[in-house]
């Protein structure tokens, strides 16, 4: 088993079981499983969940960083965005023999 997933797995039963979680608990739960790792993977970890408690990141799995919104209308129309994509040249898009796409304007 690699280290970080048995940090991993340490952490979350730690976490689990209401306890703190910190490198020499990851570390005794480790050697308990019987699973050897590199020392450093403890430290690391512990250092990392020192700054965000494991409920708060099992919280925002799969929380986007935001990106924005979909924004208002503005005011337009339909009709008018309707319009102006009418007015705007289409692009051909060509497969050549050797399958590459090309576009043609």
């Given amino acids: 088993m690699s280290g970080d997933l048995a940090c991993t797995y340490a952490a979350l039963i730690l976490s689990d079981d209401g306890q703190e979680v910190t490198a020499d608990k990851m570390d005794t739960v480790i050697k308990a499983a019987g699973v050897e790792i590199e020392p450093y ?8 969940l020192a700054t965000k408690p494991v409920d708060e990141l099992l919280a925002n799995v799969g929380a986007g960083g935001g990106g924005g919104g979909g924004g208002g209308g503005g005011g337009r129309g339909e009709d008018a965005a309707r319009e ?3 007015d705007r040249p289409r692009a051909r898009r060509l497969r050549d023999r050797g399958g590459q796409t090309r576009v043609r304007g």
């Fill in 41 to 48: 993977w403890t430290m690391l970890f512990g250092k990392f």
């Fill in 84 to 86: 102006e994509r009418r």
